[in-house]
């Protein structure tokens, strides 16, 4: 279901790198391992008229930064542990009317990635404003 006064302008990241320390052993945990993620961001106004003003969009920049620093916050067990991380920092950072979330790990012999793909809305978290 749609939020209310939903537009379909979206910003996409594709095949960002992340580094995390993430895997059930232990072991697999020890070492940085490189993960990659989609994301789709649904602005909650809509991109007309920026008139070039930076801040009246969502700087993917920053966006970039906020999830790389996210990844590297501690050790998960879990890849759809910190893709709702990831969903949650950016619907609090930003003005998003909804995220996307797809986190591609490089892990299985004979496989590209395996990935677990999240899409999420601030009111799927209770905490947030």
């Known amino acids: 279901m749609e939020p209310p006064d939903f537009h379909q302008d979206r910003i996409d990241l594709q095949g960002l790198s992340l580094v995390a320390h993430i895997g059930v052993p232990e072991e697999e ?5 490189r993960l990659e993620v989609d ?3 649904w ?3 809509p991109l007309a008229d920026l008139q070039e003003d930076l801040r009246r969009t969502i700087n993917y920049y920053d966006v970039a930064l906020a999830c790389r620093a996210e990844s590297q916050r501690g050790p998960r067990l879990l ?4 893709a709702e991380d990831l969903c949650r920092l950016l ?6 009317a909804q995220v996307r979330v797809c986190l591609h790990k490089f892990i299985l012999p004979d496989t590209r990635a395996v990935s677990v793909t999240l899409t999420r ?3 799927d978290f209770p905490a947030l404003p």
């Open 91 to 96: 619907l609090q950072r930003w003005p998003l």
């Open 39 to 41: 994301l789709a961001l």
């Open 79 to 82: 890849i759809e542990t910190l």
């Open 29 to 33: 945990r020890a070492l940085p391992q």
């Open 43 to 45: 602005p909650a106004a």
């Open 121 to 123: 809305r601030a009111a």
